[in-house]
């Protein structure tokens, strides 16, 4: 069993929602990120997003266009992201690491090389946002041979036969995409959501996580009342900007702890449902 | 050229996936999926339906004014001596290039899917301005996201998307260029995809883009080989077109792939020179990658990170180019070379002042290309330039180059 499935279903037989802070590798620096990752999950992650910076983010929303910059300006690579990996793992061995980016370096490293490196690193899961279905035959199989997990994603624009086909190739888990638009944007509607996720439901048994608009305690608890876990990105790097524009002397340290303290609410407002 | 390559297959391309060999494909994020799909579906059945393309047709004869004429440099051809130079008049189109055939045909695909919003990116403003057009006769709200360099560098045309009631929003990431202006095009398509059209303006972006973009445009290659039968009784020696996202270049080309005596060249912006790596000329010396829904020729750094590109204009200040370009390359169908900016400045100088005609800074880098090839030839040998645009939107920067303050 891969370290996903089974934070997945230990969680389900504990009743808690598993929930997934993003982060983007090498923001604010590249010498905090495996100190800022150990932080998340004392603050109560159960599984870690770490995004691979690109030059060309094409999904997201400004806050996190701005953490890939800031990462590329303090010389991150897809190598420093894996060596970032292997280095966290060296002090934790038991919570999944799942990497969120984009085709284009993935491709530039090689796509067997990436599998076996990320393997080797420790990685559990890898997202692709611009590998859909239709292309995702170039890593599809090194992905499998290396027994990582390829994650989709499903969008409300996705039609009914298309979750078909997208959850037979999915691995890992299922990742709702909540709102048309880019990450951090749009009026999250909690009830659409648990509409979608049960229709994604009927046709697979894979856990289904939900991300994109997802902003505070509320409206993750609102979507965790439906879905099985619960992804929040955006809103932590927005916090952790902010707190590194409060001042000019701040540790790193401090920076960090405003994303902690937004997890930890966050934490808070899904366990408080009703089980 | 590849003796494997047919001229059927050339003609034949892209495959029902959507590629040109390993070029092209719909590499986007799962929200635009769908759009696509519906994109292809409706597209595919509008292409063999006579009521659209006569729709369509009629549109370029009476709003566009087509056919363009194909006019002989004489003059020109004379100065250098060597293979007559014709060039095809597309700076005669209503709005001065060739980018309004492309907008006038997705305008038309917007109407059958019933959307009230057209967004468009554009680099020159081009296209931006013959999408604002397009919009305009049609009433549909139309936004136009230009990198804030751009808007500083092409201010004529911003000011005239503006009249024609178009809003152009400023794009400060990244370069501050074209690549950026459409990757934020995608980023509001993705939020907005359900009552909008996106009006890509070249022939790069996710399938079913390329294909629909060059079909609008083979128009000019269509007319100009019927044109240089008519005017010379046989075809031309070559064709040359400037290459940025390359949808000006594949139209004009496209109608003659499977002319084998037909050379052709597309030209990249060579910047500074190629050597000093401020250019914007990814099929001379680019790698393969991802960018923008499409695998093509790429200028990327080793890890995969889109590099700034540079040219004196800005519509062939792109780090890509279209998924057709990077097969045809790799077939050997098509030669892919490169002018600098003081070459095309020159160029622009020379035909306006031996002809009369002022070429953008865009169709200049042609042009450039053009004349060198045409001192090689001799004077029973023609050469077909896309002439793709008019050299008004760029009085400003030649001025600034030349160290004159208007």
Same mark, same amino acid.
């Given at each position: 069993?891969?370290?996903?499935?089974?934070?997945?279903?230990?969680?389900?037989?504990?009743?808690?929602?598993?929930?997934?802070?993003?982060?983007?590798?090498?923001?604010?620096?590249?010498?905090?990120?495996? #100190?800022?990752?150990? &932080?998340?999950?004392?603050?109560?992650?159960?599984?870690?997003?770490?995004?691979?910076?690109? &030059?060309?983010?094409?999904?997201?929303?400004?806050?996190?266009?701005?953490?890939?910059?800031?990462?590329?300006?303090?010389?991150?690579?897809?190598?420093?992201?894996?060596?970032?990996?292997?280095?966290?793992?060296?002090?934790?061995?038991?919570?999944?690491?799942?990497?969120?980016?984009?085709?284009?370096?993935? +491709?530039?490293?090689?796509?067997?090389?990436?599998?076996?490196?990320?393997?080797?690193?420790?990685?559990?899961?890898?997202?692709?946002?611009?590998?859909?279905?239709? +292309?995702?035959?170039?890593?599809?199989?090194?992905?499998?041979?290396?027994?990582?997990?390829?994650?989709?994603?499903?969008?409300?624009?996705?039609? +009914?036969?298309?979750?078909?086909?997208?959850?037979?190739?999915?691995?890992?888990?299922?990742?709702?995409?909540?709102?048309?638009?880019?990450?951090?944007?749009?009026?999250?509607?909690?009830?659409?959501? #648990?509409? &979608?996720?049960?229709?994604?439901?009927?046709?697979?048994?894979?856990?289904?996580?939900?991300?994109?608009?997802?902003?505070? #305690?509320?409206?993750?608890?609102?979507?965790?009342?439906?879905?099985?876990?619960?992804?929040?990105?955006?809103?932590?790097?927005?916090?952790?900007?902010?707190?590194?524009?409060?001042?000019?002397?701040?540790? +790193?340290?401090?920076?960090?702890?405003? #994303?902690?303290?937004?997890?930890?609410?966050?934490?808070?407002?899904?366990?408080?449902?009703? &089980? | 050229?590849?003796?494997?390559?047919?001229?059927?297959?050339?003609?034949?391309?892209?495959?029902?996936?959507?590629?040109?060999?390993?070029?092209?494909?719909?590499?986007?994020?799962?929200?635009?999926?769908?759009?696509?799909?519906?994109?292809?579906?409706?597209?595919?059945?509008?292409?063999?339906?006579?009521?659209?393309?006569?729709?369509?047709?009629?549109?370029?004869?009476?709003?566009?004014?087509?056919?363009?004429?194909?006019?002989?440099?004489?003059?020109?051809?004379?100065?250098?001596?060597?293979?007559?130079?014709?060039?095809?008049?597309?700076?005669?189109?209503?709005?001065?290039?060739?980018?309004?055939?492309?907008?006038?045909?997705?305008?038309?695909?917007?109407?059958?899917?019933?959307?009230?919003?057209?967004?468009?990116?554009?680099?020159?403003?081009?296209?931006?301005?013959?999408?604002?057009?397009?919009?305009?006769?049609?009433?549909?709200?139309?936004?136009?996201?230009?990198?804030?360099?751009?808007?500083?560098?092409?201010?004529?045309?911003?000011?005239?998307?503006?009249?024609?009631?178009?809003?152009?929003?400023? =794009?400060?990431?990244?370069?501050?260029?074209?690549?950026?202006?459409?990757?934020?095009?995608?980023?509001?398509?993705?939020?907005?995809?359900?009552?909008?059209?996106?009006?890509?303006?070249?022939?790069?972006?996710?399938?079913?883009?390329?294909?629909?973009?060059?079909?609008?445009?083979?128009?000019?290659?269509?007319?100009?080989?019927?044109?240089?039968?008519?005017?010379?009784?046989?075809?031309?020696?070559?064709?040359?077109?400037? =290459?940025?996202?390359?949808?000006?270049?594949?139209?004009?080309?496209?109608?003659?792939?499977?002319?084998?005596?037909?050379?052709?060249?597309?030209?990249?912006?060579?910047?500074?020179?190629?050597?000093?790596?401020?250019?914007?000329?990814?099929?001379? =010396?680019?790698?393969?990658?991802?960018?923008?829904?499409?695998?093509?020729?790429?200028?990327?750094?080793?890890?995969?990170?889109?590099?700034?590109?540079?040219?004196?204009?800005?519509?062939?200040?792109?780090?890509?180019?279209?998924?057709?370009?990077?097969?045809?390359?790799?077939?050997?169908?098509?030669?892919?070379?490169?002018?600098?900016?003081?070459?095309?400045?020159?160029?622009?100088?020379?035909?306006?002042?031996?002809?009369?005609?002022?070429?953008?800074?865009?169709?200049?880098?042609?042009?450039?290309?053009?004349?060198?090839?045409?001192?090689?030839?001799?004077?029973?040998?023609?050469?077909?330039?896309?002439?793709?645009?008019?050299?008004?939107?760029?009085?400003?920067?030649?001025?600034?180059?030349?160290?004159?303050? =208007?």
């Amino acid at each position: 069993m891969s370290r996903l499935s089974g934070v997945f279903s230990d969680l389900r037989n504990k009743n808690r929602k598993v929930l997934i802070p993003y982060v983007v590798a090498g923001d604010p620096s590249p010498e905090g990120t495996v #100190a800022l990752l150990h &932080s998340l999950v004392d603050a109560g992650a159960d599984v870690l997003e770490v995004g691979v910076p690109f &030059s060309d983010p094409m999904s997201e929303g400004l806050v996190i266009q701005k953490a890939h910059e800031r990462a590329l300006t303090n010389g991150m690579t897809l190598q420093r992201v894996l060596d970032m990996v292997r280095a966290f793992r060296r002090d934790n061995e038991t919570t999944p690491i799942v990497m969120m980016g984009y085709a284009n370096p993935i +491709e530039r490293f090689g796509y067997d090389a990436f599998a076996a490196a990320s393997a080797e690193a420790g990685v559990d899961g890898l997202i692709t946002v611009d590998l859909p279905p239709e +292309e995702v035959s170039a890593i599809d199989g090194a992905l499998e041979s290396v027994g990582l997990d390829n994650i989709f994603l499903i969008s409300p624009t996705t039609p +009914e036969a298309r979750i078909q086909t997208i959850v037979e190739r999915a691995r890992g888990f299922i990742y709702y995409v909540a709102v048309r638009g880019v990450t951090g944007s749009g009026q999250l509607d909690a009830d659409e959501v #648990a509409r &979608s996720v049960s229709v994604i439901r009927q046709k697979t048994t894979l856990p289904i996580a939900v991300g994109f608009g997802i902003k505070d #305690a509320t409206s993750a608890a609102a979507v965790a009342a439906s879905a099985d876990a619960v992804v929040v990105g955006s809103a932590l790097i927005a916090e952790m900007e902010q707190k590194a524009q409060s001042g000019v002397d701040l540790e +790193e340290i401090q920076i960090h702890g405003a #994303a902690v303290k937004m997890l930890q609410s966050i934490r808070a407002g899904v366990d408080s449902l009703p &089980s | 050229m590849n003796s494997k390559v047919t001229s059927e297959l050339l003609a034949s391309m892209p495959d029902a996936q959507g590629r040109f060999g390993r070029f092209g494909g719909k590499f986007v994020a799962e929200t635009l999926m769908s759009a696509l799909t519906d994109l292809e579906a409706l597209y595919c059945r509008l292409r063999e339906d006579a009521a659209f393309q006569q729709e369509f047709d009629q549109d370029l004869a009476h709003y566009v004014g087509r056919p363009s004429p194909l006019y002989e440099a004489s003059r020109l051809s004379d100065a250098i001596g060597g293979g007559r130079i014709l060039l095809k008049r597309e700076d005669l189109n209503h709005t001065g290039a060739h980018k309004v055939n492309n907008t006038i045909g997705q305008a038309l695909l917007a109407k059958h899917m019933g959307k009230k919003r057209v967004i468009a990116e554009t680099g020159a403003g081009q296209h931006g301005v013959a999408s604002a057009t397009v919009a305009a006769r049609l009433g549909l709200e139309c936004h136009v996201f230009m990198g804030e360099e751009d808007i500083r560098r092409q201010s004529l045309n911003v000011y005239r998307m503006k009249l024609l009631g178009a809003e152009v929003i400023s =794009v400060t990431s990244g370069s501050r260029t074209l690549k950026d202006a459409m990757s934020e095009a995608m980023r509001d398509w993705v939020t907005n995809v359900d009552n909008t059209f996106y009006i890509i303006g070249t022939v790069a972006g996710p399938h079913p883009y390329p294909m629909l973009v060059r079909d609008f445009q083979s128009v000019i290659g269509r007319e100009a080989r019927a044109q240089c039968l008519a005017q010379r009784g046989t075809l031309p020696d070559a064709l040359v077109a400037c =290459v940025g996202g390359g949808s000006n270049a594949i139209g004009l080309f496209h109608p003659f792939l499977q002319d084998k005596e037909v050379a052709m060249y597309g030209v990249e912006a060579g910047g500074k020179g190629l050597d000093t790596g401020e250019h914007a000329a990814p099929l001379s =010396v680019g790698t393969p990658g991802v960018l923008h829904g499409n695998r093509t020729y790429l200028m990327q750094d080793e890890d995969g990170q889109i590099l700034e590109t540079h040219s004196v204009s800005a519509g062939l200040d792109y780090p890509g180019v279209g998924p057709e370009h990077a097969w045809l390359k790799d077939v050997g169908r098509v030669q892919y070379v490169a002018a600098n900016d003081d070459e095309a400045l020159a160029a622009f100088h020379r035909l306006t002042r031996v002809e009369g005609i002022m070429p953008a800074l865009e169709t200049a880098h042609a042009m450039a290309h053009a004349e060198k090839l045409a001192a090689q030839m001799t004077s029973d040998q023609s050469i077909v330039v896309n002439l793709s645009g008019r050299g008004d939107k760029d009085i400003l920067t030649v001025a600034a180059l030349d160290g004159i303050e =208007v």
